[in-house]
């Protein structure tokens, strides 16, 4: 049985290769058009770089001059913001502070209920435990925890 023949091909006329000259002139003239424009944001985004690095450096030197001009400034030795007290416990008839609020006292009571949750002492406010303890039993039981945590009760 002979093989099926395929016809040869034969070269476009004349038109047609005109044709598909004039298109992949046309794509050539597509293709430099975008080089240059990529070619022109390269080169706008080169300038951009070199504006930043000179800001940059500006920023840079200005700061350590700054540190400069810090550096020959005496610093103050003494730690002359510190107020020292001799009773670390102060009594809340004596000093100047008020009794706290009802909402203080809430807002104690709901910070040793998280810290207890999480795991956490909390810090003892003798004027707040005062006042819880006088609230009623459920305070007590929490003071009292509070209190032994940090080995306030004897």
């Keep these: 049985m002979p093989k099926p023949t395929r016809p040869a091909e034969q070269p476009p006329p004349p ?4 044709a598909i000259q004039a298109q992949s002139a046309q794509k050539d003239a597509e293709r430099a058009a975008e080089r240059t424009a990529h070619e022109q944001t ?14 940059t450096a500006t920023e840079l030197a200005a700061a350590r001059e700054q540190v400069v001009a810090a550096e020959g400034q005496p610093r103050c030795t003494t730690a002359s913001w510190i107020t ?3 009773d670390p416990w ?4 004596t000093c100047s502070q008020q009794d706290p609020s009802d909402a203080m006292v809430d807002a104690y009571r709901a910070a040793v209920l ?3 949750h999480c795991g956490l002492p909390a810090a003892p406010r003798l004027p707040e435990m005062r006042r819880l303890w006088a609230r009623g039993p459920e305070e007590r039981r929490l003071v009292a925890e509070v209190a032994q945590r940090w080995e306030l009760a004897g």
Aim: one cysteine or more; glycine letters at 4%.
């Design 15 to 18: 038109v047609r290769r005109r």
């Design 42 to 55: 390269v080169q706008h985004l080169r300038g951009e770089i070199e504006q930043l690095r000179t800001n």
């Design 90 to 93: 102060p009594c809340t008839h």
């Design 114 to 116: 998280h810290l207890q």
């Design 84 to 86: 020292i007290s001799r």
